[in-house]
């Protein structure tokens, strides 16, 4: 966190850098215009319930603001040799030796995804990825929209 606080206050910015769960983000109800959640919201703590994320992030933004964020693909490195439970996979064989043992919700396709951010979020607009990066096959959603509730 010191140095995201460094470089940022460099720049002139005074950031509130904060430490929070996807499921509890610690901000107070619609405090964002823009929420950027890449590369994270699909980690899974102990209760396994991903909904309670996109209910989170829904709450922390205020009316009409944008959500942009970041899905692995099913078939994106990340979840090599993984272990898949009832739409979660157990990372197993992370390249990088970071994210071993722990737990992610996966998604089928972009059906799947609508699904579950439309209970939040309208009009889901999609991009997607497919990188060979440095010979990882880099596979991934990129999504984004207003809040609907």
Same mark, same amino acid.
């Given at each position: 966190?010191?140095?995201? #606080? #460094?470089?940022?206050?460099? *720049?002139?910015?005074?950031?509130?850098? #904060?430490?929070?769960?996807? !499921? =509890?983000?610690?901000?107070? =109800?619609?405090?964002?215009?823009?929420?950027?959640?890449?590369?994270?919201? @699909? *980690?899974?703590?102990?209760?396994?319930?991903?909904?309670? &994320?996109? #209910?989170? @992030?829904?709450?922390?933004?205020?009316?009409?603001?944008?959500?942009?964020?970041?899905?692995?693909? $099913?078939?994106?490195?990340? @979840?090599?040799?993984?272990?898949? $439970?009832?739409?979660?996979?157990?990372? /197993? !064989?992370?390249? +990088?030796?970071?994210? =071993?043992?722990?737990?992610?919700?996966? +998604?089928? !396709?972009?059906?799947?995804?609508?699904?579950?951010?439309?209970? &939040?979020?309208?009009?889901?607009?999609?991009? /997607?990825? !497919?990188?060979?990066?440095?010979?990882?096959? *880099? $596979?991934?959603?990129?999504?984004?929209?207003?809040?609907?509730?």
């Amino acid at each position: 966190m010191e140095t995201v #606080r #460094r470089k940022t206050e460099k *720049y002139g910015f005074d950031p509130d850098i #904060r430490v929070g769960l996807n !499921n =509890n983000l610690g901000f107070m =109800n619609e405090t964002f215009d823009f929420v950027l959640s890449w590369n994270v919201c @699909y *980690y899974l703590d102990d209760n396994m319930d991903f909904s309670s &994320h996109v #209910r989170e @992030y829904a709450r922390v933004m205020k009316k009409d603001a944008i959500l942009v964020f970041s899905i692995p693909c $099913k078939d994106c490195f990340v @979840y090599k040799d993984g272990i898949e $439970k009832s739409g979660f996979m157990e990372i /197993k !064989n992370d390249w +990088f030796g970071i994210r =071993n043992g722990s737990v992610q919700i996966i +998604f089928q !396709n972009e059906e799947d995804i609508m699904n579950t951010f439309g209970t &939040h979020f309208k009009e889901i607009t999609f991009g /997607k990825i !497919n990188d060979d990066c440095f010979g990882l096959d *880099y $596979k991934w959603y990129i999504g984004g929209r207003e809040w609907l509730l």
